[in-house]
């Protein structure tokens, strides 16, 4: 007889739609509960994120009573991780404690004294076994590729160990990958085959599965599969009437066995998200190098001491989400003795919005507009002031500017530009654009990924190859520069809307990404720079001063080359989308209803106008996603040895 523990992993990110909220618990969350209720000898082990719950209790409360019930009967046992649903390897310990402790609160209105931990993400680093322990936990789930890294070699991870920092412990359970790829996706005798399979006398062996409850229900083709196919009725059926399997709950595991011994994990991931996390580019190699194993059959050999990236890189791989996390990380000191402004901030801590993956994540404006909303609100219950700092440790000082209602953080070294402006009123940030990048995925038509080939079942995200549709494939741009409002361009007159939002002209200034010298005045700030246009001298100075409803800006700009001279403004236009255009205007409005809102434009003389949507190709579980970050606005004015102009942005309401 062969233990096994079953558990799934039930999370929607802080601000997702309702209606995709209301689509996956009809898809997936209630039919999976209703139909273990139908089953009593069969046991699951089930975490809920907050967010997720938060939903529930205000939509479905009645779910609430299932779970309470199903705990109940010894059915279920609750498994809990940071509240908002935090990489807790990426927050401050002393916010890891209250997320944590926060969620085990819930669980306890469920009737479930919580003891263990679903590590979001698996993203592990030895130094949580502190903060885990000071939380009350006494066991954690990650994957057995955690394991393997560590040296450990497949026989050996049917049992949990104990994992040890500065003398504090805890029980560390390996994930089955084996299961992962086989539950749901083949049918249930395979499950049942693999199972028996480890069936060899040693009554302590232990069988784990653990994952997301979408791939129940939500994935593409799984509800079918699931539900209308009897797939879940199947295997519950089966597996809680096989003599040769001893369903078990993780405590009730620890109740009965103790854990094998010690093992010292390395800072660690799932396998997929170390092909995720590295840069593009090293991504691609990545792919090519486990494709290459495979061929040679040398792969299930080798993989042990195939790694790549870890999830921190994601902060390396886009700045914006670096900017993000380090400007979470810098209110979340400020606001520990502030109730209210914590729990903003706690919320601005879930984690979807701060990477990438085969899900949108950080590509996903909604996400980032929601953590942006509640690093905000935190914010602005505890003012700050302004100052010079390196705000995202990008080795390049930042300008930060409050007043009564706004936040202003300029970068000087990178174009002068100003990459966040957020409103207190509106709580956003009207620079919560990301810039079109290139991805390992638009090359490679498949991830590196283990699974077998197998043509029984229903597919894993995993496992499909798309085609980029052209269509998408002759919108598709990247940029050169990072997203910014009031980036200085200089550009030949001949130049058109489609080369420049295609990024296929001449930028002939060194402004762009050029470093500004700075200095600050009440409410402002004055950049200059002298550099060179088509090889010859050129200065630009603006002056910019926060106003009660925005900002205006005064430049001065000097050249004797022919150009035009623009500046662009990059707005987090996200609900309303735009087509490219070209108009001429002193003045222009700016709306954006569910999204950044309304704001206003406004130049003291006319300038030709270039608006188009900045587009990024992303993966996601359903295909391509071909999605308006935010609008690029630049305003065009001809350059003839010197130009002043004025340029006021108001917020409207």
Same mark, same amino acid.
């Given at each position: 007889?062969v233990?096994?523990?079953?558990?799934?992993?039930?999370?929607?990110?802080?601000?997702n739609?309702g209606w995709v909220?209301?689509?996956?618990?009809?898809?997936?969350?209630?039919p999976?509960m209703e139909t273990l209720?139908?089953?009593?000898?069969m046991?699951?082990?089930?975490?809920?994120?907050?967010?997720?719950?938060?939903?529930?209790?205000?939509?479905?409360? =009645?779910?609430l009573?299932?779970?309470?019930?199903l705990?109940?009967k010894g059915?279920?046992?609750?498994?809990?991780?940071g509240?908002y649903?935090?990489v807790?390897?990426?927050?401050?310990?002393?916010?890891r404690i209250v997320?944590?402790?926060?969620?085990r609160?819930f &669980?306890?209105?469920?009737?479930y004294? &919580?003891?263990?931990?679903?590590l979001?993400?698996? $993203?592990?680093?030895?130094?949580?076994?502190?903060s885990?322990?000071?939380?009350?936990?006494?066991?954690v789930?990650?994957d057995?590729?955690h394991?393997?890294?560590?040296g450990?070699?497949?026989e050996?991870?049917?049992?949990?160990?104990?994992?040890?920092d500065g003398?504090?412990?805890i029980?560390v359970?390996?994930i089955? @990958?084996?299961l992962r790829y086989l539950?749901?996706?083949?049918? $249930?005798e395979?499950?049942l085959?693999?199972?028996?399979s480890l069936?060899d006398?040693?009554?302590?062996?232990?069988a784990v599965?653990h994952?997301d409850g979408? %791939?129940?229900g939500?994935?593409?083709g799984?509800h079918?599969w699931v539900?209308e196919?009897c797939?879940?009725?199947?295997?519950?059926d089966?597996?809680?009437?096989?003599e040769r399997?001893?369903?078990?709950?993780y405590? @009730?595991y620890l109740?009965?066995f103790?854990?094998?011994?010690?093992?010292?994990?390395p800072? /660690?991931?799932?396998?997929?998200m170390?092909?995720?996390?590295?840069?593009a580019?090293?991504?691609?190699?990545?792919?090519?190098?486990?494709?290459?194993?495979k061929?040679?059959?040398?792969?299930?050999?080798?993989?042990?001491? $195939?790694r790549?990236g870890i999830?921190k890189n994601?902060?390396?791989?886009y700045?914006?989400?670096?900017?993000?996390?380090?400007?979470?990380l810098m209110?979340?000191?400020?606001?520990r003795?502030?109730?209210? /402004?914590?729990e903003?901030?706690?919320k /601005?801590?879930?984690?979807?919005a701060?990477?990438h993956?085969?899900f +949108?994540g950080?590509y996903l404006?909604?996400?980032?507009?929601a953590?942006?909303?509640n690093i905000i609100? #935190?914010?602005?219950?505890?003012?700050m002031?302004?100052?010079?700092?390196?705000?995202?440790f990008d080795?390049?000082?930042?300008v930060?500017?409050e007043?009564?209602?706004f936040?202003?953080v300029? %970068?000087p070294?990178y174009?002068?530009?100003?990459f966040?402006f957020?409103? %207190?009123?509106?709580?956003v940030?009207?620079?919560d $654009?990301i810039?079109?990048?290139?991805?390992?995925?638009?090359e490679?038509?498949?991830?590196?990924?283990?699974?077998?080939?197998?043509?029984?079942?229903? #597919?894993s995200?995993?496992?499909v +190859?798309?085609?980029?549709?052209?269509?998408i494939r002759?919108?598709? *741009?990247?940029?050169s520069?990072?997203?910014?409002?009031?980036?200085d361009?200089?550009?030949?007159p001949?130049?058109?809307l489609?080369?420049?939002?295609?990024n296929?002209?001449?930028e002939?200034?060194d402004?762009l990404?050029? *470093?500004?010298?700075f200095?600050?005045f009440?409410? +402002?700030?004055t950049l200059?720079?002298d550099g060179s246009?088509a090889k010859k001298? &050129?200065?630009?100075e603006?002056?910019?001063r926060?106003?009660e409803d925005?900002?205006?800006?005064?430049y001065?700009?000097?050249s004797?080359s022919?150009?035009?001279f623009?500046? @662009?403004?990059?707005?987090?236009?996200?609900s309303?989308?735009?087509e490219p255009?070209?108009?001429? #205007?002193?003045?222009? =409005?700016v709306?954006?209803?569910?999204?950044?809102?309304?704001?206003?434009?406004?130049?003291?003389?006319? #300038?030709r106008v270039w608006?188009?949507?900045?587009?990024?190709?992303?993966?996601s579980?359903?295909?391509?996603?071909f999605?308006?970050q935010?609008?690029?606005?630049?305003l065009?004015?001809?350059l003839? +040895?010197?130009?002043?102009?004025r340029?006021?942005f108001r917020e409207?309401h």
């Open positions: 007889m233990n096994f523990v079953f558990g799934i992993h039930n999370h929607q990110p802080l601000g739609f909220m209301e689509s996956a618990y009809d898809r997936s969350y209630r999976f209720e139908d089953y009593p000898n046991k699951v082990a089930a975490h809920y994120s907050g967010p997720l719950l938060e939903w529930i209790l205000d939509n479905r409360p =009645e779910h009573d299932l779970l309470r019930s705990v109940k059915q279920l046992e609750i498994v809990v991780a509240f649903e935090p807790l390897a990426s927050i401050p310990k002393e916010d997320q944590i402790e926060k969620l609160e &669980a306890k209105n469920l009737g004294e &919580a003891k263990g931990v679903w979001t993400e698996r $993203v592990w680093q030895p130094e949580l076994v502190k885990l322990r000071a939380a009350g936990i006494d066991y789930i990650v057995d590729y394991f393997m890294s560590a450990l070699s497949k050996e991870l049917y049992w949990p160990y104990y994992t040890e003398g504090q412990v029980a359970f390996p089955d @990958e084996k539950i749901p996706f083949r049918p $249930v395979k499950t085959e693999y199972l028996h069936d006398g040693d009554e302590s062996k232990v599965f994952d979408e %791939k129940f939500v994935w593409p799984t079918e539900y196919k797939w879940l009725r199947e295997f519950f089966r597996v809680s009437s096989d399997i001893n369903l078990m709950l405590s @009730e109740s009965r103790r854990p094998r011994g010690l093992v010292y994990l800072i /660690a991931s799932y396998f997929e170390s092909e995720w996390s590295l840069p580019r090293q991504a691609k190699l990545f792919v090519e190098f486990v494709e290459k194993l061929e040679q059959n040398q792969f299930e050999k080798y993989r042990v001491f $195939v790549g999830w994601f902060f390396f791989k700045p914006e989400s670096n900017y993000m996390h380090k400007r979470m209110v979340s000191k400020l606001v003795d502030n109730p209210e /402004a914590r903003f901030i706690l /601005a801590q879930c984690n979807d701060y990477w993956g085969v +949108g950080v404006p909604h996400l980032r507009r953590v942006w909303e609100r #935190a914010n602005s219950r505890v003012p002031g302004s100052f010079v700092r390196d705000i995202d080795g390049m000082d930042e930060f500017l007043n009564k209602d936040y202003a300029f %970068k070294a174009g002068g530009a100003l966040e957020s409103s %207190k009123r509106k709580a940030n009207y620079n $654009v810039a079109r990048r290139w991805e390992h995925y638009h490679v038509p498949e991830a590196a990924t283990p699974e077998e080939d197998e043509n029984e079942g229903v #597919a995200i995993h496992e +190859g798309r085609r980029i549709p052209d269509e002759r919108e598709l *741009a990247y940029d520069h990072l997203r910014a409002l009031l980036q361009h200089f550009t030949e001949e130049t058109t489609d080369e420049y939002r295609l296929r002209y001449v002939l200034g402004f990404t050029g *470093a500004y010298d200095g600050l009440e409410n +402002g700030i200059e720079r246009v001298p &050129a200065r630009v603006k002056s910019v926060l106003t925005g900002f205006m800006v005064d001065t700009v000097r004797d022919r150009a035009l623009g500046v @662009e403004l990059n707005l987090a236009v996200h309303v989308m735009e255009g070209e108009f001429e #205007a002193d003045s222009f =409005e709306n954006d209803p569910y999204g950044m809102g309304r704001a206003r434009i406004e130049l003291d003389k006319k #300038a608006k188009y949507p900045i587009k990024t190709l992303s993966q579980e359903s295909g391509w996603d999605i308006q935010g609008v690029s606005y630049t065009l004015l001809p003839e +040895g010197e130009l002043r102009f340029l006021r409207l």
